[in-house]
Nanobody
């Protein structure tokens, strides 16, 4: 399993970023994918998931601002982040649970006020 996240960066509050995760080594279309994040001095937390049938779930604090989506043909999962807040600052990780937790390398998102 390989998960390669990209798209992070530095933005001002209110800005937008789109994260992308390229997946390989497993049957992408059959699996639930997720995005987690870990802020400075905080534990890693679930941000959003998308199941194989497209059902999505979100952390309460990002509902209405973040959108998770997937492209099975490209084997990619995306996280569109709008109206970013300083508290969204974190390293964002692509995640797959397939027998074990599988993580991408993370991409840094920094939101300044």
């Amino acid at each position: 399993v390989q998960l390669q996240a990209s798209g992070g960066g530095s933005v001002q509050a209110g800005g937008s970023l789109r994260l992308s995760c390229a997946a390989s080594g497993f049957m992408f279309s059959l699996n639930t994918m997720g995005w987690y994040r870990q802020g400075p001095g905080k534990e890693r937390e679930l941000v959003a998931t998308i199941s194989s049938d497209g059902t999505t779930n979100y952390k309460d604090s990002v509902k209405g601002r973040f959108t998770i989506s997937r492209d099975n043909a490209k084997k990619r999962v995306y996280l569109q982040m709008n109206s970013l807040k300083p508290e969204d600052t974190a390293i964002y990780y692509c995640h797959l649970f397939l027998r074990i937790d599988n993580w991408g390398q993370g991409t840094q998102v920094t939101v300044s006020s």
